[in-house]
């Protein structure tokens, strides 16, 4: 089992900036590919961004320029950096993780992850 936690969430302005954390204790993520995904209330899980153990990315074509996903093997840590937030941004993110030699991966389909975090809150005001 791979616990993750999600950390960096919070209240910020419209235009502003947050960077948000997916730590997983005692592991390295280079063994994993590693997806961001957000549900706002009401509506259905969406992925944001992945970043595959390769340093490969993905990202929805809703935050792409706007999103930049990284990962720290040595903090054992991947994170989100989104940009120019928007009030449609507002949502629960989650981190998700997957082994990396596990077949079929499809970066943009939550099912493709084995492993989620309980998420951190994003509210973007107007």
Not at 87 to 99: G, K, L, N, Q
Not at 111 to 122: A, F
Request: glycine letters at 10%; hydrophobic letters at 35%.
């Amino acid at each position: 089992q791979v616990q993750l936690v999600e950390s960096g969430g919070g209240l910020v302005q419209a235009g502003g900036s947050l960077r948000l954390s997916c730590a997983a204790p005692g592991r390295t993520f280079g063994f994993y590919d590693v997806g961001w995904f957000r549900q706002a209330p009401g509506k259905e899980r969406e992925f944001v961004a992945a970043i595959r153990w390769s340093n490969s990315t993905y990202y929805a074509d809703s935050v792409n320029g706007r999103a930049s996903i990284s990962s720290d093997n040595a903090k054992r840590t991947v994170y989100l950096q989104m940009n120019s937030l928007k009030p449609d941004d507002t949502a629960v993110y989650y981190c998700a993780a997957r082994w990396k030699y596990k077949a079929n991966y499809v970066p943009y389909s939550h099912v493709s992850y084995d492993y989620w975090g309980q998420g951190t809150q994003v509210t973007v005001s107007s």
